[in-house]
């Protein structure tokens, strides 16, 4: 065999190092960056609502301590200690309940690391949050689903498929891409049927826009030895680019997370970032009013074209269109319209689209773009 010209890869024939677990995964969409869709269409003006982000920017207060931060940029981190001890305090548990990390998926994905075995088995609904999807698989173990009911987790169903296989049950409460939240009713249901050896990763990523809902089950409330609660900075806070998170735990768990972990996640500005956010109650009340606007222009928009919304506690609404060729067609027309959405196919919903809410302009700019469709489509159906 000729040697490969210098500096080039030879052809890897059977990819043997690589598991067929890994290789049948298929990478992570990101959203279009805003630069990238105005260079493609020489549009002005972008509204991005693909990936659940805060339209208000970060906590003017969450930037200024992140800027302050940056003189102590040559020593390491400490591994989240200051974020874990104000958590601690905030909600009156131990530093040993907390862990800090690069993101609630950062913290997932030690989680998968640090409990999963060869012959356990992962439990969710379909079309779970794509990021715990692809962490999942991507350690090799079984991975089941149950099928939603009327686009809500279907706790009763997923009691009922625990066998004795079964390691972690993965709930997001509200849940992406849905919005749709559990009840605190359902939520004790379901937990009577979950045997102690269970892992229940409640994943509250969207936690603050569901808190004034009388009926949303807080996990903080439960403190159960089995459950870990995740939260994260990505949305409300307006700090997804800093890579920040958290989670509760029994000391246990979190001691067992943090041998895992990666020591110096998470980095020292997102950390100086992520506390003072937490202070800062007038960028949450005006995230949580704009957004709430948000919701009901969106739902209220989209139903006046027809199209059925899944009422959303979270920040952003899912739509489930008629066809997969429709949903790919309303995307890459509000695309063209500066109007940036989220197409579900990935997450296994290829009729669905998911839109997160944004500033009132933004929000605005959606529904004319999709005015234009859906107006257009009926418009030709007459004269046809
Ligand atoms: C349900 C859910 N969990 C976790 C995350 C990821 O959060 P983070 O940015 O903290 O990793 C997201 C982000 O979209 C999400 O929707």
Known sequence: MPAPARGAYGKMEAVPLVPPYIESLRPYEAGRTIESVRRQYGLTRIAKLASNENP???SPKAIEAMAA??????????????LREVLAREYEVKVENVIAGSGSEGIMSNIIRAFLCDEDEVLTTEAAFIGFQVLAKSRGVKYRTVPYADWHYD??????????????VYLANPNNPTGAIFTKQ???????????????????????????????PDS?????????????????YGLAGARIGYGFAHEELIRNLLKVKLPFEPSTPAQAAGIAALGDKEFLHRSLELNARGLRFLTEGLQSLGLPVVPS?????????????????????LLAQGVVVRPLKAFGLPNCIRISTGTDEDNRLCMEAWRKIYVADAGTAKAG
Not at 155 to 168: D, S, V
């Open 186 to 216: 359902q939520f004790d249901q379901f937990y009577k049927h979950v045997p102690e050896r269970v892992l229940i990763i409640l994943d509250e990523a969207y936690f603050e826009y569901a808190k004034d809902n009388p009926r949303y």
């Open 56 to 58: 208000l920017g970060a």
């Open 220 to 236: 903080m409330h439960y403190r159960y030895d089995n459950v870990i609660t995740l939260r994260t900075f990505s949305k409300i």
């Open 69 to 82: 931060s940056l003189h102590g940029l040559n020593y390491y981190p400490n591994g989240g200690l200051d």
């Open 313 to 333: 506690q979270a920040n952003f609404v899912m739509t489930v269109l008629p066809s997969e060729q429709e949903a790919a067609r309303a995307f890459e027309t």
């Open 155 to 168: 706790l009763p169903a997923l009691a009922a498929q625990i066998n004795e296989h079964t390691k972690i």
